[in-house]
């Protein structure tokens, strides 16, 4: 589909994680790391997906790594004529067939399930990004769920999801 090997894929599998363990939010670790097959820069992937992460904007809604499998799809194959409904649908299924995917890997889709937590963390400033320390990526599964959505996104392209 892509042209690309699977060692490239498991290269870009491999970057999203890196992006990711550099300070980058789930959505955009995942993103960035094929944004390029559609013509997107690195610096725009990450500033489209900025708002994604923490479960879209800390608010432990959709996870950021799913919300980066989303995003994408729509880059691969999202309708560009807004009364192309046979586009849209097309997208639509393959945003839930990949979904479901990691659903199935990761028990949710919800990043407050994911963690652990009931629902929106209540912080005193629940839009202050958490720093990131070494407790911080020992204590969260994310770079895993990072990992688990730029897999399931590559084996789309190679046909092994569909």
Do not use: W
């Not at 042209?3 to 498991?10: I, K, M, P, R, Y």
């Not at 670790?29 to 904007?57: E, N, T």
């Not at 299924?93 to 652990?116: D, M, P, Y």
């Not at 202050?128 to 407790?135: C, I, L, M």
Request: aromatic content about 8%; some cysteine.
């Amino acid at each position: 589909m892509t042209g690309l090997t699977e060692q490239q894929l498991d290269e870009r599998v491999a970057r999203a994680v890196e992006n990711f363990m550099a300070g980058y939010g789930c959505c955009q670790s995942v993103v960035a790391a094929f944004a390029d097959l559609y013509g997107l820069d690195d610096i725009l992937a990450k500033k489209i997906a900025a708002g994604f992460g923490g479960g879209v904007g800390r608010m432990r809604m959709m996870c950021g790594a799913v919300s980066g499998i989303v995003m994408l799809v729509g880059l691969h194959c999202g309708q560009t004529e807004g009364s192309d409904r046979e586009g849209k649908s097309a997208c639509y299924k393959v945003v839930q067939e990949l979904l479901e995917e990691s659903r199935q890997q990761n028990g949710s889709l919800i990043c407050a399930e994911i963690l652990g937590l009931k629902g929106y963390e209540k912080a005193p400033c629940s839009y202050v990004a958490s720093a990131r320390t070494a407790e911080y990526y020992k204590s969260r599964p994310c770079a895993a769920k990072v990992e688990s959505a730029a897999r399931i996104f590559a084996n789309f392209l190679t046909g092994k999801v569909k």
